[in-house]
């Protein structure tokens, strides 16, 4: 019993082993050892969310230096790792089933299915991990296998640049993170979350210190899980294969910010004030990035940055909610129709041969209906339409935020509308009005084993949000004292967001609304870009053209001297004779080697 | 005859065989192999804790007068010293492509140079362990200068005469060292003055510290020392930087550990804030040089300058957690170092160039040598998996509670909040990491990804010995990075 969590664990990892050292003789080979090992650790944890929690758990030292640092390596089975577990074994298992046909004409077939199978060990990692180390070096990890799965293509210049950006963004937050988990291990002197929550109330003398290590912590999640303002890396990691970026830039590896978040929430919750930091960052995002979704061209561009808002929307039900289960009802379901949308982008993107520009598409209703069908379920859900699920999850956070934090919880309200809006203006310009393209003219349904896939997450992006279910996976209270008016205005932006979608682009040819603030980003990737260039780049230059001509010559040229006169002085010391003897030696392999070099 | 002997004469031999004209590349292989099996059978025969540091002791008098003997003896550091060189030794010969001039010299040199690494890492006497380095020292500067590349005799001039006069201050520091013991006691045993030092016989030794610090430091480029090291390396046949950078360079912090840190602890703490100084420009200025570097080999010089700083880091904050993982990355570094080095030549011998900007595209011929290169760059920046992400965190959690704590301290109702300078230094190390990461994946996706260039399109894959070594060094890296409690283990009784 106590070994199944780390059969889960290690699997994956041994599959891609395999698959590194004998994928290339055979393309089923690899897709069936990483398929199998995915669906064996899928039914592995659906089988341990059935069982209660075990009360022992076996607890490696990884390094152990008695006090003063233990490094444990150990699993935590609980609740929240239970439904983590589930979320991510089952929509792993139906991603890689369904790039069995995406990638099926694609070069690079091992490498991928090897690099998926890295990311399940690593993202199960995180999953599991009872301390803030083991997390760390998962976390790690799948910054690894999404900057292996986002270099995908690496022969093209803006996927090798993309998936170079995503890891080093991902590190500069793990800079903070590191920093966050030294000041609370040097606080506690414990790295084990569950000994962490105990011991915090501890230092509640000390709420500047707690505070700087929680927000430190929180950097991590901006970092992985895509918040601004180190967003950037998210958008661009489109550059994958679109399998990818359904699985771990949408579903679960973004996600993993939050997760930690859910873990920690008893710590945070001592701390008001990193909450407001966590509050307003989260809020912040989730208005940013739907205003940037609004004028994007490419299909899963605009996917990505309404991922953004989303994970936007759970990080400000962190900082707001009462209780961990409240963003990680919106994590579930958010997983599911986001997921699903972006396979069907993936299978739209596939009939239309590569192409992701929405304003040469068109009309595809009827050439991939069941694709149009689909899509449209995770719309729906995605923007908050009552009866689907995104509705359930996004509601909830919202009114946890306008109790708590009115200003964002309004911010969050209008976010809602302006989802809706996005999201059908993708589904008019894609699936309405005239094909803009030869290829939309002929653009095809794609094969069962994409379709299959599909039909199974389009089911629980409509009904993850039910009672039932959520009773299956969590125990969510109503927030108090909401506004009686906040459920209709909801409702009335989504109409609205549908119905000018509707007016504005049901037989667009191009866009007719231009806003370059929006479409160009806020302009914030611009001003990164120039940040390298000039700041980074340029200082680096600088310091390198001082360190040829001024370091080395002030280090050469004094030294030189120097020795002379050392060895000058030396000639007169009478101490013994070893220095003399070493001073020979050293002159005779001096003169031996001008002598070898110069002849 | 003892093991440890044994090891030192092995590549001395095979060098006297090479001159005398047996194949010289065979040769070579077999003494380092021979090596590499007899330290791995001293470190299954090494006995924990049974009192006993040294083990493997043998001593020869060769001035009995004034303490000088050929006293060889290994703990749990030095056999991870020794693991590192003989590995190294092993890779570098491995790689080692033979040059058309003077085949035999080229050998025996790479054997003289694993002969006086091994020979500094066993020697307990410190008139020997300084005589083994200066052994190595002389083919290494003989192997840039006669097979370098680019302008090499500048480069092996430059190099010579930094490391002479780090020798030389180093030198005036052991002096020092022995002089200061009370009269009629003095000697160069090691042990014997740490058991001095710790019975209080010795008086202040400051001067000699920073004679030390700074004899070391040039070994090892320390900031603003370091200027030779990149040059040196970018010149070097792949060999002589693999076994320079990998293996001889750590003698450098290896002595400062074993030396200054139990001898000097006073001292150490006294001049903290200049050692962190100069290592946080190690890691914050080189590494910002490291970043604007055009090409290959000039990259990887400055890489390693600047990893020296995570080292010394673990040196300054002088606590066994700290110290560990500087051992810990002194083995880490010197393998990925060695193996980057190798694919750098690897790639300048099929290429020519190793300039960024006429590179590229490579993992599309080359996949397995892409891979290898990739495994090899990501254990440099510290990848968990590989041992130097236990190395460095190590040394960042044992730095981080190093010195007075200055926050989370309640002082007269006030909560005080102000960060020390070991922690400073920490923060600054820790981005550090993001640097690294910054020029690594550029490097690597400057040379392996992008379209590729039609000149290269015809590039061979890497294949033979040379593959079989740098995968060798991986798995190592792997496996200690998966288990780093094995490496602790073994040097938890070397009194760090």
């Known amino acids: 019993m106590s070994a199944i969590p780390w059969i889960i664990l290690f699997t994956p990892l041994a599959a891609a082993a395999v698959i590194l050292f004998l994928g290339r003789f055979s393309k089923p080979l690899s897709a069936g050892l990483a398929i199998g090992s995915a669906a064996a650790v899928c039914v592995l944890s659906w089988w341990l969310f059935t069982r209660p929690d075990p009360t022992e758990t076996i607890r490696f030292y990884w390094i152990d230096f008695g006090e003063a640092l233990r490094i444990p390596i150990g699993v935590t089975i609980d609740h929240l790792s239970k439904v983590m577990l589930v979320v991510v074994t089952t929509i792993a298992t139906l991603v890689f089933t369904y790039s069995v046909g995406y990638m099926k004409t694609e070069e690079g077939y091992w490498r991928y299915f090897a690099g998926l199978s890295l990311f399940l060990f690593s993202m199960l990692g995180i999953v599991l ?3 803030f180390v083991m997390m760390f070096i998962f976390w790690e990890l799948v910054g690894l296998s999404s900057y292996i799965l986002i270099g995908h293509y690496f022969k093209k ?40 929550t105990g011991r915090v109330a501890e230092f509640a003398s000390n709420p500047v210190y707690l505070t700087v290590a929680c927000v430190l912590v929180f950097c991590g999640t901006v970092g992985k899980s895509a918040q601004m303002p180190l967003h950037v890396w998210l958008p661009n990691s489109m550059e994958g294969p679109t399998p990818v970026s359904s699985l771990l830039h949408a579903a679960t590896m973004v996600a993993a910010g939050v997760y930690m978040l859910a873990r920690i929430f008893p710590i945070l919750h001592a701390v008001p004030v990193a909450l407001d930091v966590i509050a307003w960052v989260g809020g912040i995002t989730c208005f940013a990035a739907a205003l940037m979704a609004t004028q994007q061209d490419d299909i899963k561009r605009i996917l990505a940055y309404s991922t953004i808002s989303q994970l936007g929307y759970m990080v400000l039900g962190v900082a707001s909610a009462t209780s961990a289960d409240v963003p990680m009802f919106h994590l579930f379901t958010h997983a599911f129709f986001k997921c699903l949308l972006f396979l069907c982008a993936g299978s739209v993107i596939v009939g239309m041969h590569h192409e992701q520009n929405i304003w040469k598409m068109g009309a595809l209703k009827n050439k991939m209906p069941f694709t149009f069908l689909a899509m449209v379920v995770g719309s729906l859900a995605l923007s908050g339409c009552p009866l689907f699920s995104g509705y359930y999850s996004k509601d909830l956070i919202i009114g946890f935020a306008v109790v708590k934090y009115p200003f964002l919880g309004w911010l969050s309200v209008v976010t809602a509308g302006l989802t809706a809006f996005y999201t059908f203006r993708l589904i008019f310009v894609v699936f309405l009005g005239k094909p803009k393209d030869d290829h939309a003219k002929h653009a095809e349904e794609s094969p069962l084993v994409m379709l299959v896939p599909l039909a199974c997450l389009a089911v629980p992006a409509w009904v993850a949000g ?15 004292h909401v506004p009686h008016i906040l459920h209709p205005i909801l409702l009335v932006l989504f109409a609205a967001g549908v119905l000018s979608a509707f007016a504005l682009y049901r037989s667009a040819a191009k866009d007719p609304v231009s806003i370059p603030f929006f479409a160009n980003r806020l302009y914030i990737d611009n001003l990164y870009s120039w940040i390298v260039r000039n700041i980074q780049d340029g200082g680096a230059m600088v310091l390198s053209w001082a360190d040829r001509w001024i370091v080395d010559l002030l280090v050469v040229q004094v030294p030189s001297k120097l020795a002379w006169a050392c060895g000058f002085v030396l000639r007169f010391l009478q101490i013994g004779n070893i220095q003399a003897y070493v001073f020979f030696f050293g002159a005779g392999a001096i003169g031996l080697l001008y002598f070898l070099i110069m002849k | 005859m003892s093991p440890l002997l044994f090891l030192i004469l092995v590549p001395l031999v095979a060098a006297a065989f090479i001159m005398v004209g047996s194949n010289a590349r065979l040769t070579a292989l077999v003494g380092s192999a021979t090596n590499l099996a007899f330290v791995l059978i001293l470190v299954a025969f090494y006995r924990q804790g049974n009192g006993q540091p040294y083990q493997f002791v043998s001593s020869l008098p060769v001035i009995p007068s004034m303490g000088i003997s050929l006293t060889l003896g290994a703990d749990g550091l030095s056999l991870l010293m020794l693991l590192l060189a003989s590995l190294v030794t092993v890779a570098a010969v491995a790689v080692a492509k033979t040059p058309e001039k003077n085949p035999h010299l080229f050998y025996a040199s790479l054997m003289f140079i694993s002969a006086g690494g091994l020979g500094a890492f066993a020697s307990i006497n410190l008139f020997f362990f300084y005589m ?19 302008d090499r005799q500048a480069a092996a001039w430059k190099a010579t005469i930094y490391l002479a006069l780090g020798s030389f201050v180093l030198l005036l520091g052991l002096i020092g060292l022995y002089l200061i013991q009370p009269d009629g006691m003095r000697t160069f045993d090691l042990p014997a003055i740490i058991g001095m030092a710790d019975a209080g016989l010795l008086p202040e030794g400051n001067w000699i510290y920073l004679l030390l610090l700074v004899g070391f430091g040039i070994l090892v480029s320390l900031f603003p020392f370091h200027t030779w090291a990149p040059q040196a390396y970018a010149s070097a046949p792949a060999p002589a ?19 200054a840190a139990p001898i000097f602890p006073d001292a150490v703490v006294q001049f903290s804030n200049l050692l962190l100084v100069m290592l946080v420009g190690n890691i914050l200025y080189v590494g910002y040089v490291t970043i604007s570097q055009r090409k290959l080999d000039w990259m990887l010089g400055y890489s390693s300058v600047m990893h020296m700083g995570y080292i010394f880091l673990g040196f300054a904050a002088l606590n066994p957690v700290s110290l560990t993982g500087a051992s810990l990355m002194l083995f880490a570094h010197g393998i990925s170092i060695a193996a980057l080095f190798a694919l750098c030549g690897e790639i300048r011998e099929r290429t020519g160039t190793l300039d960024f900007a006429e590179l590229g595209g490579l993992a599309k011929p080359m996949p397995a040598f892409g891979l290898l290169f990739g495994f090899a760059a990501m254990a440099a920046i510290g990848l968990p998996g590989f041992v130097g992400f236990a190395g460095e965190i190590l040394v960042f959690f044992g730095s981080f509670v190093a010195g007075e704590p200055l926050m989370g301290v309640t002082a007269g109702g006030k909560e005080l909040f102000q960060f020390n300078n070991y922690q400073i230094a920490t923060i600054c190390a820790l981005w550090g990491v993001v640097i690294s990461a910054v020029y690594m994946l550029r490097a690597y996706r400057r040379v392996f990804f992008g379209p590729l260039n039609d000149r290269w399109s015809g590039l061979g894959e890497i294949s033979g010995p040379a593959r079989i070594a740098i995968a060798v060094l991986i798995v190592v890296m792997l496996v200690t990075g998966f288990f780093p409690g094995l490496l602790v283990k073994l ?5 760090l």
Do not use: C
């Open chain 1, 129 to 131: 991990a009872d301390n």
């Open chain 2, 241 to 259: 930087a693999m076994l320079h950078a990998g293996v001889l360079k750590k003698f450098g912090l290896y002595g400062l550990i074993r030396i």
């Open chain 1, 157 to 196: 210049d803006s996927a090798a640049d993309a998936a170079k950006q995503a890891f080093i963004v991902n590190r500069i937050g793990d800079f903070g993170f590191m920093l966050g988990i030294l000041l609370l291990w040097a606080a506690t002197g414990t790295l084990v979350f569950s000994e962490l």
């Open chain 2, 132 to 150: 083994f380095h200066e052994l190595a020292l002389i083919p290494t500067f003989l192997l840039i200068g006669i097979w370098g590349s680019g």
């Open chain 2, 491 to 495: 040097i938890e009784s070397s009194a």
């Open chain 1, 466 to 480: 039910y009672g039932f279910v959520e009773k299956m996976f969590f125990h969510v209270t109503e927030p108090e």
